[in-house]
């Protein structure tokens, strides 16, 4: 298969004015400047369009996509806890199936091909990844706060059931909740793994305090469910990740919206991706995020959506785009092509997949989407930065899932 459009968008390397992609099976086998593409007889022409990878979505709650619009803005973190929480206590396995793939279909309607989801369901998930072409990086969910449960046991079923299922398209790991969701044992356990861990860390002022200062309405909420406290009051929730463990290379960071130069120093000492998701940031009302300290230390800094329970808008779609135009608003002075990686290189390599998704390069998976776009080539990242809504078509595998008037002409 050989894609002609009038410019694509690698962003491994600078955008080509008439570039080609050249596709065999599954992946990408050419890409380059349309003079240069040979055998061009049966090319597909896609016509006024940007041809560039699908975007990678390093954090999503997929199963939470109904419940968009629906809690108010809260005035603290831990009003929030209590209200996710009593809206998933009417959530059956149909609702749950339901939410999930509405999320799916959105994500892949926005141009997200690969997708980094917290996995609460494991014995839903099966059904769940065979209904979707989603690339699925699936991190499952560990919440073990008892003295009395047994945290290794609870990390060696989740392994071995990862040992024994694997999504059409990518890869499972471990996603022991928060600090203030596990016990120290439980971390040292999914350390010990190896496996790729996705960790919720230094979301909430409640939670930093918790951590800092054994104190606060997180504490005391945690401590009145029967957690032990014994671990909170001696420092960041990046040094209690630290010294249990699971604060190392292969471990994405969820939010980090509160952080100190040592929180930072540690993240890129120990090679931690994080992943900032700006309109829940906004949500929140968080402190300014600390992006320039970030990305001076060296941390690979991604993107991702959340989940729609932390949107003001009833209307809100799980669009990378969305949050690419507002992590540009935060930070304006912002280089275009360093905001555009995070939503490509920059989670692919965050979630395993260098060099396979979130960039078109030789051998890469022949995940493509198309924006249409009528501009010149020297605007084409901010032509992507500005675009809102769907993508016009999206292909996984070399196969168009979501296709264009030119592609399904093709098909």
């Known amino acids: 298969m050989l894609l002609r459009a009038r410019i694509v968008v690698p962003v491994s390397q600078p955008p080509i004015a008439d570039g080609f992609v050249r596709v065999n099976g599954y992946r990408i086998t050419a890409v380059g400047k349309w003079t240069e593409a040979e055998n061009k007889s049966e090319a597909e022409d896609l016509g006024e369009v940007i041809l560039m990878p699908g975007l990678v979505n390093a954090h999503c709650h997929l199963d939470y996509t109904d419940f968009v619009g629906a809690i108010p803005a809260p005035r603290s973190f831990t009003e929030w806890i209590n209200a996710i929480v009593d809206l998933k206590a009417d959530v059956d396995d149909a609702a749950h199936r339901e939410s999930w793939l509405h999320g799916a279909a959105q994500c892949l309607r926005h141009g997200t091909t690969t997708l980094g989801n917290i996995e609460t369901r494991p014995d839903l998930l099966p059904e769940l990844w065979a209904a979707t072409p989603l690339r699925m990086i699936s991190f499952l969910e560990l919440i073990v706060i008892r003295a009395n449960s047994d945290a290794a046991q609870a990390v060696a079923d989740l392994a071995d059931w990862i040992a024994s ?20 044992d439980l971390l040292k356990a999914c350390a010990a793994t190896g496996l790729p861990l996705a960790m919720h860390l230094a979301e909430s002022v409640e939670e930093d305090e918790m951590f800092r200062q054994g104190a606060g309405a997180l504490y005391e909420r945690l401590a009145a469910a029967g957690r032990e406290m014994a671990d909170c009051g001696s420092g960041s929730p990046i040094e209690h990740a630290k010294r249990h463990g699971v604060l190392r290379e292969g471990t994405l960071a969820i939010h980090g919206n509160y952080l100190d130069d040592d929180d930072i120093r540690l993240l890129a000492e120990n090679q ?3 992943v900032h998701c700006p309109r829940s940031h906004a949500y929140f009302g968080h402190a300014p995020f600390r992006a320039e300290a970030l990305r ?4 690979n800094l991604c993107l991702g959506t959340d989940s729609l329970a932390t949107m003001r808008d009833g209307d809100a779609k799980l669009s990378l785009f969305d949050e690419l135009r507002a992590h540009r608003e935060a930070f304006p002075d912002l280089e275009l092509e360093t905001l555009l990686q995070c939503v ?5 390599r965050a979630l395993g997949m260098a060099g396979q998704t979130g960039e078109l390069t030789e051998a890469a998976f022949a995940d493509l989407i198309t924006l249409p776009f009528s501009g010149p080539v020297g605007n084409a990242i901010e032509g992507i930065i500005n675009h809102n809504g769907p993508a016009q078509a999206v292909m996984l595998d070399g196969q168009w899932e979501v296709p264009s008037a030119s592609s399904a002409a093709h098909a």
């Open 344 to 348: 490509t290189i920059n989670p692919a």
């Open 272 to 274: 931690v991706s994080l």
């Open 165 to 184: 299922h694997k999504p059409p398209r990518g890869h499972a790991g471990l996603s022991p909740h928060a600090p203030y969701t596990t016990k120290p």
């Open 296 to 299: 001076a230390a060296g941390v």
